[in-house]
């Protein structure tokens, strides 16, 4: 059995029997489409003594034809020449050959593109492109022996004709058929929409939707290799309506790389796809089951953080001040209520260079690093005193969560067990406590609109301390 794979996909008993066929075989040798970088050209290729082994997982979906998982070879010697086992692997290459050249002819229709046959339940598919619709797009893998399947020589016959292929003379109509640019390459798609110099066109050979330049798309000359039937199918997962974040990224993971086994596929009403469960053969699990296990923890997960915040914010509310019964203040009025922006309203008391006054500290939080203190002057300590109270009894009263809308709107905040004025940054959605002097964050259910009646004076100033604190 022949158990060295050539980059394009072509097998031989080992290296040298791969290197003596390359004078013929490079003609049609192709490299993988996903491994196939932008600048690199047909006369880029390698002998295979220097060709790397490997495969490129690139981000879903785009097209890319899959890659192989590498085999681990053993040591062999070298036939001679001549033998058995060389005959029979160059008659191998030359039948593949043929099969590449006929891939995708036979039985077109000109100017309809038309599906070629749906794989048969129990066939091995691989998938292409996974999309959030909960859409993924499959192809029937079907080599034997050692050889391409039927999609890889499609797609191989349309890559060489890609590179060969010269450019659009004019702007393509909707429903033309063209091969456009995606990552370097050129790949057979089809026009869904002309806007000016956009195309948006579907890659009908790998799934996916994309728009490019017209001028960057190239012609395809062969009528027949323009027409040939596609091989991939857009199928739903059964018991899967729509792929989450998590379900794609697992999706993407598996993308021409993991083999299925099509355990069941059944016509969908209303619709021309099927609904398809897949078999994962290295997990004897279904896909459909996976998928919908990913859903559920991914529900679960978002369950619990629901429950945290709402605790959180029972919480917030229990550690409020209640109002003394014996108290009444008025809070603003929602459905009247106009925003109290700080340059416009409020007022500042600043204390007088040159001058001696008592001051009392009410933050120096932040003395050690930056020698900022916030004080209030001690002829003003009632008067503070009053707008705190003030501040308490209209938070612990008004139950109207508040979202301020304009920058420098001043409002209620409760931080740290204490209801204060801020000034409400909207770049980063951070609160500078005007009675306090320090800038944090609340929870949004921690904000009040700003009492009719309380005061608009601020008797906070930030001072720098000059004397080093022991």
């Given at each position: 059995m022949p158990s060295y794979e050539c980059r394009c996909g072509a097998f031989y008993c080992d290296v040298e029997c791969q290197r003596a066929d390359w004078p013929v075989h490079k003609d049609i040798c192709m490299p993988r489409l996903n491994n196939r970088q932008r600048g690199q050209t047909k006369g880029n290729q390698s002998p295979p003594d220097q060709q790397q082994k490997q495969s490129h997982k690139q981000e879903s979906p785009r097209p890319s034809a899959p890659a192989p998982k590498q085999r681990q070879m053993s040591p062999k010697s070298s036939p001679e020449e001549n033998s058995p086992t060389e005959k029979v692997s160059r008659l191998g290459t030359k039948l593949q050959r043929l099969k590449i050249a006929k891939s995708g002819s036979g039985a077109v229709s000109r100017g309809i593109l038309q599906a070629g046959p749906f794989p048969r339940e129990g066939a091995m598919v691989k998938i292409t492109a996974s999309l959030p619709s909960g859409v993924i797009y499959i192809y029937h893998n079907n080599g034997k022996d050692g050889q391409q399947s039927d999609y890889y020589l499609l797609t191989n016959r349309m890559y060489k004709a890609a590179n060969e292929a010269g450019p659009l003379k004019e702007v393509p109509s909707v429903d033309d058929v063209i091969f456009a640019p995606f990552l370097g390459g050129y790949y057979r798609a089809k026009v869904l929409a002309v806007n000016g110099e956009k195309l948006q066109v579907f890659y009908v050979d790998f799934g996916n939707i994309d728009k490019v330049e017209w001028k960057e798309s190239r012609e395809i000359a062969d009528e027949g290799l323009k027409w040939a039937k596609y091989l991939t199918y857009p199928v739903m997962l059964e018991g899967v309506e729509t792929f989450s974040g998590e379900m794609l990224k697992l999706l993407e993971t598996l993308e021409h790389v993991e083999?299925?086994?099509?355990?069941?596929?059944?016509?969908?009403?209303?619709?021309?796809?099927?609904?398809?469960?897949?078999?994962?053969?290295?997990?004897?699990?279904t896909l459909n089951m996976e998928l919908m296990e990913v859903q559920e923890r991914v529900l679960r997960e978002r369950q619990e953080r629901e429950r945290e915040r709402l605790e959180k914010e029972k919480k917030a509310k229990q550690e409020q001040p209640t109002l003394p019964a014996d108290v009444d203040v008025e809070i603003a009025d929602p459905s009247n209520y106009k925003p109290v922006l700080f340059d416009e309203s409020m007022e500042t008391s600043q204390l007088t260079c040159g001058t001696t006054k008592k001051l009392l500290i009410i933050d120096a939080s932040e003395v050690l690093e930056t020698r900022i203190i916030s004080v209030v002057a001690a002829e003003n300590a009632r008067k503070y005193t009053a707008i705190l109270e003030h501040c308490s009894f209209a938070g612990a009263k008004d139950s109207n969560v508040?979202?301020?809308?304009?920058?420098?709107?001043?409002?209620?905040?409760?931080?740290?067990?204490?209801?204060?004025?801020?000034?409400?940054?909207?770049?980063d959605g951070s609160?500078?406590?005007?009675?306090?002097?320090?800038?944090?964050?609340?929870?949004?259910?921690?904000?009040?609109?700003?009492?009719?009646?309380?005061s608009h004076m601020v008797y906070n100033n930030e001072c720098s301390s000059k004397i080093s604190p022991s």
């Open positions: 083999e299925f086994e099509m355990v069941k596929a059944n016509s969908m009403s209303n619709s021309e796809m099927k609904s398809v469960v897949l078999k994962r053969l290295k997990k004897s699990l508040y979202k301020p809308v304009e920058e420098g709107e001043v409002c209620l905040v409760f931080h740290q067990d204490d209801w204060s004025r801020a000034l409400y940054d909207i770049s609160y500078m406590l005007l009675d306090v002097g320090i800038i944090t964050s609340v929870p949004a259910a921690n904000v009040r609109r700003f009492p009719p009646q309380l």
